[in-house]
């Protein structure tokens, strides 16, 4: 038979244990990811598929890059062109190599996980929806996936190596641009992927 010491030694023991154990319960356990210069978030439709080994080497339309997709990141779900994604990964000359995709319609399609806007004073990727254009001044105003807020993008010293119709770009297009901060209100851009 038990004694009331042991039993009172059990029960504060097995409150402490509840109330060490509270916090892991109380707070949702979340993964922060670090802004990286080369990463790269951008949509599209799917222009060209093909399978190399255990990944594929996907196109999107007005993009110079090529994406090198696992095949175990589509989890058996069929490529096919014309598809809407969203991929996201690490820039490696002229190739990304994927850490994600998403299909229009998914939750990381609309709120990439792995995308962090361009801290002030850096270089890198912003992505972004097209709000409007202004060809007389020379910028690009898009809505930042990461913060909602709004950019102004200076489209005036773009990367002449790999030009873009930047007037072809409408409201509701979504791009991603290499560039960098020249004033807290104005990104320079030197690339832009759509």
Do not use: C
Not at 3 to 19: E, F, S, V
Not at 105 to 115: I, L, W
Not at 133 to 143: A, K, M, W, Y
């Amino acid at each position: 038979m038990k004694t009331r010491k042991g039993i009172a030694q059990l029960a504060a023991a097995g409150g402490l244990a509840l109330l060490l154990s509270a916090p892991a319960f109380a707070a949702p356990q979340t993964t922060t990811y670090e802004y990286r210069t080369d990463r790269i978030s951008t949509q599209g439709p799917i222009t060209g598929i093909n399978r190399e080994g255990a990944q594929y080497r996907v196109t999107l339309s007005n993009g110079s890059y090529s994406y090198y997709v696992p095949m175990s990141m589509v989890n058996g779900r069929d490529l096919r062109i014309g598809d809407q994604v969203r991929i996201d990964g690490i820039i490696s000359g002229d190739s990304v190599n994927a850490n994600m995709i998403a299909f229009s319609g998914e939750p990381y399609y609309a709120n990439d996980p792995y995308y962090r806007s361009v801290p002030y004073g850096q270089s890198g990727w912003l992505s972004g929806t097209v709000q409007r254009t202004d060809r007389h001044l020379g910028f690009v105003e898009i809505r930042d996936d990461s913060t909602g807020q709004l950019t102004k993008v200076d489209v005036r010293h773009m990367n002449l190596r790999k030009p873009i119709n930047v007037w072809g770009m409408r409201a509701g297009d979504h791009i991603s641009v290499n560039g960098s901060w020249s004033h807290r209100d104005l990104f320079d851009a030197r690339l832009i992927e759509y």
